[in-house]
């Protein structure tokens, strides 16, 4: 044996109490010799040889992914070292990372744990199997659950394509294996935007094994993010029926209903989805966000949405969210700002909290850094509707009316011909220019598209500004 035979990669803040049990576990009875990397050596200026070293020599490759994992640079360089044909790579993930924090990877099939004890079984456990395989003479680049492992830590790291590549390769060297499919489908589906061939995967998967619950999940999520909500439905109570415990699939039906207006039972299966899963911080966000938009109940939303972030304060949603919570509903206007800054810290690309923190600072008459967060909105999203409608309520505000807030206005209906309000703001905006052919022009097309949308009072507002236009302009 060489002097390390298993390298165990992991971040130091919070993984190291389960990888000196496995690594105990490991070298018990002088089975294998495991290299930690702060466990093992001092730091000083020999350090990275003596990694570069233990990852030149070790046959088997262990990834124990806890919270921060991801992040750590050390991790990645690591895995990068020993990414060739090689090694054995065998990733674990702990079970109460959600998926927000591993790019939905608690949907794949994979290695996971719980505590230190399932940790060592489960990795003991895959280097039996290894082993068996080699002692049949199944080569690494003939297994092909080795390139599903290597799929699921591409997928991990966001190495997205090189983790489609792995998984087209475990199928390639076994077509019916499932879940090599149902882990592509996700792929496709998550982070390469290719629905038809995500769900032909996941469909696929599903034929191969009728009873792989997390390929009816993550079907169903797909026909829920496609608006195919009947289909979505059925798929995702059958995912339930087949393991009644799957805390996800409970939290996407509670998805699919709040889409379906069912807030009620939406509000029972996030319930059920945190009853299984205490420590999941989406369904607590989902919770927290439903009780304030649709159910009204501001304390027990806050207590979601709080909840969300102490288990997961690198959930940018959650916090976004309760910034618009605490500006819209509870008037805690500097508990907000703070609320929708952590979430840009955390995604500075996430253009709804830019949009929401414009939103804030405009109510707060900070004009200038207001229409700054409105620009980066669209900046980062040029297709936000609502951020250019922001955008041109603030520039009537301003004053820039015709060239500017006009434009912003008209890009809304360009973007979503059927957002009324957008119609009503021109309506206001003409009638202030005096442009009284095309203000009446727009109040009647909001006032079809507010009928059409069942918004009573909003008809009865435009009938009594026809009724009385003359009021506030010339006769047309």
Known sequence: MSKYDVFISYETGTGTSYVKNLKEALEKNNKHSCFLADLSMDKGAERRK?????????????????????ESEDVKKEYE???????????????????????????????????????ANEVIREIKNIDEKERKGISV???????????????????????????????????DYDDARNNLGNLLMQHLKSYDEAENALREAIRLNPNLAEAHNNLGNLLNNLNRYKEAENVLREAIKLNPNLAEAHNNLGLLLKNLTRYGGAEKEYMEAIRLNPDYADAHNNLGNLLMRYLNHYKEAENALREAIRLNPNLAEAHNNLG?????????????????????????????????????????????????????AIR????????????????????????????????????????????????ILYAKIEKNKDAKKEILKAKDLFGKQGRTNEVKLCDEILKNYEQFTDNI
């Not at 003596?50 to 991801?70: G, H, N, P, Q």
């Not at 927000?100 to 099939?109: C, M, N, P, V």
């Not at 922001?390 to 004053?399: Q, R």
Request: aromatic share 12%; proline share 3%.
């Open 141 to 175: 680049n003939e297994d092909a659950e080795e390139f599903l492992n290597r799929g699921n830590l591409h997928h991990h790291l966001r190495m997205f394509e090189k983790a489609e590549n792995a998984y087209r390769k475990a199928i390639q060297l076994n077509p």
């Open 380 to 427: 980062l999203n040029p297709n936000y509707a609502d951020a250019h409608f922001n955008l041109g309520i603030l520039l009537e505000h301003l004053k820039r009316y015709y060239e500017e807030a006009e434009k912003e206005y008209k890009e809304v209906i360009k973007l979503n011909p059927n957002y009324a309000y957008a119609h009503y703001n021109l309506w």
């Open 81 to 119: 070292k020993a990414n060739n044909p090689e090694k054995r790579i065998i990733p674990c993930k702990w079970k109460k990372i959600t998926y927000s924090e591993t790019g939905y990877l608690s949907h794949l099939q994979q290695i996971e744990f719980k505590n230190e004890c399932e940790l």
């Open 324 to 376: 618009n919570l605490l500006m819209h509903h509870l008037n805690r206007y500097d508990e907000a700002e703070n609320a929708l800054r952590e979430a840009i810290r955390i995604d500075p690309d996430y253009a709804n909290a830019h949009n929401n923190l414009g939103v804030l600072l405009d109510d707060l008459i900070r004009y200038e850094e207001a229409e700054n967060a409105f620009r980066e």
């Open 50 to 70: 003596r990694i570069d070293d233990a990852l030149e020599e070790c046959k088997y490759f262990v990834i124990v992914i806890t919270a921060s994992t991801l």
